[in-house]
């Protein structure tokens, strides 16, 4: 009786374990799903705000005199955040691709647990036959039990997916890179404007002040002449609003080139009120730039160069990679495993033992997924080859447009430079009939900002020109940086860009030929018409050049056609296919050609 006492009581603690167990896990959980979002505090914001500020502006090399192109190019691509961005996103994608790789290995799996009850596992059995009970109450468990288990499995399906995977992220890292040169190309393009625009801003500093303090000391003498009434009202106020009206041209135009500065800093990474100097070229040095690309080569080299669309191929061949995944999810699964166990039970006779298998597992209705899969693959397919090729003509377009961009703006820059010498003129015959007082304060005032002015409109249309320069350069995908640079530092950096610009100038880039063009071309150009690239890749190769630009890989001749899928494998019938392909190709781009030789006649005539 007092066994059974005891029990009871034991019970009745068991269960009042379990309901505050129950209880605490309730609460627990009640707590999790009460959480509130808690914002940043001012102080926190504040400190967040100064280790941003100090990381910002940390680690870069101080400018010590100053600056040319070159090292504003440099400092830009070393020190500018965006292009940060882009590299630390790089790095992500690589850092994927290596958990990618380790997708593909097998799964070793170690374990361990421990496991309890409040009474005995135990079972009785009963009869078939007569209903009743054949053998007594009894376990071969305990109640508290530990076991631990090493296991090694891999499956082939998952392998396969793993391989797939780890080629797709190896294509999304190469897509990356691409990213990061197109970003790159933006920031060098918007760093040789702003450089220009802050150039300005040097040469016309003095001048401006210079000018504008006359403008306001002339306006405080107007206002005093109206005041003594030496004049009549009429001709005193009309004077004032002149002067007025050419202190507010003056005052707006120190505004622009105080901002021109702050511009270039921020590319640059440095404080926007940091104060620096520019190396400001002579005016006589102002002169159009030498296109040594002739509009056909452009194209080309944008076709091969430029970074969308070699990011695009690498996103196509995704495409195909997405179908080959689609299609192998529908094969049967099949894994191998092996390992070793321990279980803590007393009642078993082996503690310790090891066990291996095969299991092969597979949905049987995959079978009716296939045509739709492998028609929305084939379709996927298509999609991203359209893609590419929109994208191939939007990139066209983009160079023919900076083409005539390029020689507007070249146009715009004479005229400019022209009424700039023809207003410094106008000013000297004005200032020598001020010192023989044959013309007023008013007018020479006037004419001195109205030079000033001339000659920034002649900074802003060379700055315009430099920006249609750079934008040619970036629609054909031609890159002011090497490939690579063995000093990373900002002079080294300089140095590189100073050596890829000269080549670039100079034509030194060699333009690919893909066989289909090549043979178009000995068919329909005459050997004697030289084009200017050639001439001036003769001369570049008879020049010297620096070993980091000298050394780079050239592009080599390749028999495929330019627009052609890439990376996709195909088979022998697919292969005939594309053969005809290529040759509908040719024939289209000779009708082409046929049809800007006939444009290029008509704009000769």
């Avoid at 090493?150 to 797939?164: E, R």
């Avoid at 780079?552 to 005939?576: D, E």
Wanted: aromatic letters at 4%.
């Amino acid at each position: 009786m007092s066994n059974k006492h005891h029990n009871d009581k034991t019970s009745v603690a068991r269960q009042r374990f379990v309901r505050l167990g129950s209880l605490t896990i309730l609460a627990a959980a009640l707590a999790g799903c009460a959480i509130t979002p808690q914002p940043l505090a001012e102080e926190e914001q504040f400190v967040l705000a100064l280790a941003d500020r100090e990381a910002m502006y940390a680690q870069q090399e101080p400018v010590t005199q100053a600056i040319t192109l070159e090292e504003a190019i440099a400092r830009a691509v070393k020190y500018n955040l965006q292009h940060r961005l882009m590299l630390m996103e790089r790095a992500l994608e690589d850092n994927l691709a290596d958990v990618q790789g380790l997708d593909m290995l097998p799964k070793l799996t170690a374990r361990a647990g421990l496991k309890t009850r409040d009474n005995t596992y135990a079972s009785s059995s009963y009869s078939v036959e007569s209903g009743r009970e054949s053998l007594e109450p009894s376990t071969s468990q305990e109640k508290s039990l530990h076991n631990a288990d090493l296991q090694l499995s891999w499956n082939v399906l998952d392998f396969g997916l793993s391989y797939f995977g780890a080629k797709a992220q190896a294509n999304k890292i190469l897509a990356s890179e691409e990213r990061r040169r197109r970003v790159v190309a933006d920031i060098i393009r918007e760093v040789r404007t702003a450089y220009w625009n802050a150039v300005t801003a040097e040469r016309l500093k003095n001048e401006v002040s210079s000018i504008l303090g006359e403008a306001r000391t002339a306006l405080s003498q107007a206002r005093e002449t109206e005041r003594q009434r030496l004049l009549a009202p009429i001709n005193a106020l009309k004077y004032q609003r002149d002067l007025l009206g050419m202190v507010r041209q003056v005052e707006a135009l120190e505004s622009d080139l105080a901002l021109a500065k702050s511009r270039l800093a921020s590319l640059m990474n440095l404080p926007p009120a940091s104060q620096y100097d520019l190396v400001v070229p002579a005016a006589a040095s102002l002169e159009v730039p030498r296109l040594a690309y002739g509009l056909e080569d452009l194209e080309t080299l944008s076709m091969v160069r430029r970074p969308e669309i070699r990011e695009e191929a690498y996103l196509a061949r995704n495409a195909v990679l997405e179908t080959r995944m689609s299609l192998l999810r529908l094969l049967p699964g099949v894994s191998l495993f092996g390992g070793l166990n321990y279980d803590s039970n007393k009642y078993l006779v082996n503690n310790n033992w090891a066990d291996a298998g095969m299991q092969v597992s597979w949905n049987l209705f995959n079978v009716l997924s296939w045509p739709a899969i492998s028609k929305a693959g084939d379709t996927r397919e298509a999609v991203a080859q359209l893609r590419r090729q929109a994208l191939r003509m939007a990139v066209l377009t983009q160079v023919n447009v900076s083409y005539l961009e390029f020689q507007r703006a070249a146009s715009v820059f004479e005229r400019s430079k022209e009424l700039d010498r023809i207003q410094r003129a106008i000013l000297q015959q004005t200032e020598g009939a001020l010192r023989s007082d044959a013309q007023t304060v008013l007018e020479t005032i006037r004419t001195r900002v109205e030079t000033v002015l001339a000659t920034r409109a002649r900074d802003l249309s060379y700055a315009d020109l430099q920006n249609a320069m750079s934008a040619i350069h970036q629609a054909a995908g031609i890159d002011p940086l090497p490939q690579t640079v063995a000093d990373d530092s900002v002079a080294g950096l300089a140095a590189a860009v100073a050596d890829s610009s000269r080549v670039i100038d100079m034509g030194g880039l060699q333009v690919p030929r893909l066989m289909a063009e090549s043979s178009l071309i000995q068919q329909t150009v005459p050997v004697e018409a030289a084009t200017p690239v050639a001439q001036t890749a003769q001369a570049v190769a008879a020049a010297p050049v620096a070993t980091s630009v000298a050394q780079q890989p050239a592009l080599r001749p390749v028999a495929v056609s330019m627009w052609s899928s890439t990376g996709s494998l195909v088979s022998g019938q697919a292969a005939l296919d594309q053969a005809e392909t290529q040759r509908q190709a040719a024939l289209a781009a000779e009708a082409e050609a046929r049809q800007e030789r006939m444009r290029r006649d008509i704009y000769a005539r």
